[in-house]
């Protein structure tokens, strides 16, 4: 009797395809950057209390510490504004209030150009393109002339 049910078992084996192992597949869990992983990295707070140029200079350290940490356009509202204080922290105060009056989205874009427009604005901009345009060695080095051109050119449209 037991040959017999062993030699069914071995037909049914036989006759059903083999179930193929599934590979494993691990799911790394999505990790959230937290503000203190953003601190490590001591970017500086912001008063509003800044020429147009330490302004864009602020701007652009953050969403180089934001690339660095791969942050979603969520951390990158919420780092950024937690770094403002004094003058800059009731002035976005004031602009959220404004965004939720018209009934727009509090986005980092949306930060990002309200802060260029109050504290980088149109003006700025095209006083460092007209900068740029007149750009003249003189009594540079080389290496001078060379890092302002490059620090200049970013602004030339």
């Known amino acids: ?48 209390k800044a020429s147009p140029d330490e302004a864009d200079a602020w701007l652009r350290k953050c969403e180089k510490i934001f690339r660095v940490m791969n942050c979603e356009d969520e951390q990158k509202l919420l780092f950024a504004t937690y770094l403002l204080n004094e003058d800059a922290k009731y002035w976005w105060i004031g602009m959220q209030q404004q965004i939720e009056t018209r009934e727009e989205s509090t986005t980092w874009a949306n930060f990002r150009t309200r802060f260029l427009e ?33 620090h200049l050119a970013r602004y030339s449209s």
Not at 7 to 15: C, E, P
Not at 118 to 146: C, G, H, I, N, W
Request: aromatic letters at 8%; a negative charge; proline letters at 9%.
């Open 1 to 48: 009797m037991d040959d017999i049910a062993e030699a069914i078992h071995l037909m049914v084996d036989a006759v059903q395809p083999p179930v193929a192992a599934q590979p494993r597949t691990t799911i790394a869990p999505i990790r959230v950057p937290t503000v203190e992983e953003f601190l490590c990295h001591k970017p500086a707070e912001f008063t509003g």
């Open 118 to 150: 109050k504290y980088f604005p149109d003006t700025a901009r095209q006083d460092r393109e007209t900068e740029f345009l007149a750009l003249q060695q003189r009594d540079m080095s080389v290496q001078e002339y060379v890092n302002k051109f490059e």
